[in-house]
């Protein structure tokens, strides 16, 4: 996932929590809370669809709170990388609380333009700070054992290696021998 993915994916799950939470809100105030308890117990469909609807929202409404802890977490801490101050105020601003770049340039007494640029060095910082912060799983090259058996080490696209694996097996077949032979022993 790209930084820019990954902002936007935060920024969506804000606006769907905050969405949620006011859902919520409209949904409660329909149904006062002694209202709902008298006429929930006399077996009322409506009520009780109402308040099935109402756990389920808090339900959603706590996993997208954890989901965006999870996500400011990360970016608190690839913020807290950064060595200029003034970059780490613009970042902290701008990707963790969500400010526009216009609001940041009122706030930082910038103009737009010079906003504008700390925003491309901050983007940057971010950048190499979150890879510090959890850096993408190295892929592992993989072992192929070759006919005569020597270990022959490479590192294979998905295509090649599905069709490289699909070759050995025909190979195989075509030669009677088992495809796992400490599966399959010869007694």
Not at 57 to 62: D, F, G, Q, T, V
Not at 84 to 104: I, K, P
Not at 110 to 133: F, H, N
Not at 143 to 159: M, N
Request: glycine residues 4%.
């Amino acid at each position: 996932m790209t930084f820019d993915e990954y902002i936007n994916r935060y920024s969506l799950i804000r606006y769907m929590l905050e969405r949620d939470s006011r859902n919520l809100r409209i949904l409660e105030g329909r149904v006062p809370g002694a209202f709902a308890e008298a006429f929930s117990t006399a077996g009322s469909p409506i009520l009780q669809g109402l308040t099935r609807e109402n756990e389920k929202l808090k339900a959603s409404i706590e996993r997208k709170k954890r989901l965006c802890r999870r996500y400011a977490l990360r970016l608190s801490k690839a913020v807290a990388q950064i060595s200029d101050l003034d970059l780490q105020w613009y970042a902290r601003y701008r990707y963790v609380f969500g400010l526009t770049r216009e609001e940041l340039a009122e706030a930082s007494f910038y103009s737009l333009r010079s906003s504008y640029r700390v925003g491309v060095a901050a983007k940057k910082e971010m950048i190499r700070a979150m890879r510090a912060v959890s850096p993408r799983p190295r892929r592992i090259p993989s072992a192929r054992f070759s006919v005569k058996g020597t270990l022959r080490i490479k590192d294979y696209s998905v295509a090649a290696r599905s069709s490289r694996i699909a070759a050995v097996f025909a190979r195989h077949r075509k030669a009677g021998e088992p495809l796992h032979p400490w599966r399959n022993p010869v007694c």
